[in-house]
């Protein structure tokens, strides 16, 4: 007994502090974004418990924002992780939308080519950008950023030339009844909510032409797509080898190198996945509004990076946390439309992120030294 | 000479107009150190590369084991056995030693038609070999950012040890340690010998070099001074080979003797 201990004594480093188990669980990338979402999970219940914002209804409406957020905010976390920045989101948006409008309107094709095509195209243009950042070894933010001008300005020239309109409606129409776009337009569980509504845990409407049914018609795709792709990315980049990869790229491109992590695949690769991300998030926009517009997507890659560092990535690359990302949109999602609940003055909402922002950004900097003792 | 590891014949390197190495001739065999001396300029750094296979040689031969072979990446040369821990170490901090350790090469384990980092095994053997080298992890999630710069060395040591390496070269491992941590990463480099790795130790630092290097080689401007047994050279004369002689014998008298 006495030996046993002897042997376990100096494995003990007396400079080092024991760690309670307590203490260990709550040291993590994505603390900030836990505390971030509690208070303001918090403060909404505070102000605006009885606008029916936590009501079924006012759940769907704030989750499916929040969705929104998360969808891109996957792309970009990874991508940030990694070591670089993707400025062409909103415009990757913006250009998928047209693209997929413009084929199955004003073409004519059946809806499941012109998604296929979006897509196809928009991650030929992701591998693109990662290609020029890897070949040109310039910062991802400008030649992004030149993305940025390039396929907004393409999209409304496209949208222009060929129907004289930015905005081109009708795809709902277009895509009825294909085997594809339910994928990203539909609405799954809807029978659970007419069960419910007959529970009378969710309403129903009492007039108009939807007169008995649910006011939930059902849990919209883009959340269920937002939820794949924040299990994905978490798998990803916590369970397998290209996640170890991915936080070697951005943590130390030379390190990685030298060791035999192919970091130009990866980096174009997370290019791509983030031009994929986009894509999705304009696909279900365009079912679900029935129409694309030339301007959507408008600021986007700025959400999407406010979510990431709200949910404790490090803008430098190499260190981050897809959870604390969804935790982030999820922030983000909640204050947009829980503002509108409780009927304050909607341009508070930039000063409310702004806050938030700093202050989770704080905290994660406080926290990310006390894990990897950074300086 | 088929006892020899590594052995590389009359290497020369220009880079443009500039001779960085004009004829250096070094060999390491198994379970030796062999220390590489030199001031700054003397062509260290450039030899090494040349070894670890980041330069090609202008001219010379580098055989291993006897047979005569070129590296045309890093990569290659890894293949061959020859692990190189540079001076920055090749860690990334902000990742866990874990992933450090295991980076480029990480264990999978399948799960249906996926696969995934076997945490559990890569943890298990991160653990069992930094203890075989005296360091006793808190646990292995924790980040290399936490760790001293011995400590450091020593993961990256153990990594190129870990994946059979032969020949360890390392770049001046001990220039930026306290004297506690140097004695460590000395007494992890007479394990590694231990081994029967053959182990090329870069620094400038006579005294480092004599506490455990089995032959020494001097280098001054791009080329070799000679090569002396262990036993057969005291500290001082290695001092002044290193120096060019003349002028340090001078600063060493208005200094005292203390360099």
Known sequence: MAETQSAAAPQKDERIREMSPMRKALIRPELGAICGTILVFMFFLGIASDSGMFAPEGIINWGTVSAQFAIIAVGACLLMIAGEFDLSVGSMIGFSGIIIALITVQWGFPAWFGILVAFAMALAIGALNGYLVIKTGLPSFIVTLAFLYILRGLTIFISIATTRKTIIGGVREAAEGDPIAWIFGGKVFSGLFVWLADLGIVGKFVA????????????????????????????LLTRTRFGNWIFAAGGDTQAARYVGVPVNRVKILMFMFSAFCATIFATCQVMEFGSAAADRGLLKEFEAIISVVIGGALLTGGYGSVVGAALGALIFGVVQQGLFFAGVESSLFRVFLGVILLLAVILNTYIRRMITGER | MSDNLIELVDIEKHFGPVIALNGVSVSVKAGECHCLLGDNGAGKSTFIKTMSGVHKPTRGKILMEGKEVSFDSPRDAMEAGIATVYQDLAMIPLMSVTRNFWMGREPQKRFGPFKFFDFSQANEVTMTEMAKMGIH???????????????????????????????????????????????????????????????????????HAMAVGDRFTVLNRGKTLGTA??????????QDLMAGGQELAELEGSLGGTI
């Open chain 1, 208 to 235: 108009g032409p939807k007169a008995g049914q649910p006011v939930v018609e059902g849990i919209p795709m883009l959340m269920i797509w937002a939820l794949i792709l924040i299990v994905f990315g978490h798998i």
């Open chain 2, 137 to 207: 992890l808190r646990s292995p999630d924790q980040a290399v950012g936490t760790l001293s710069g011995g400590e450091r060395q020593t993961v990256a040591i153990s990594r190129a040890v870990f994946f059979g390496a032969k020949v360890l070269i390392l770049d001046e491992p001990t220039s930026a340690l306290g004297v506690r941590q140097t004695s460590n990463v000395l007494a992890t480099i007479d394990k590694v010998r231990q081994k029967g790795i053959g182990v090329v130790f870069i620094t400038h630092n006579v005294r």
């Open chain 2, 229 to 238: 047994e262990r036993g057969d050279i005291k500290a001082e004369e290695l």
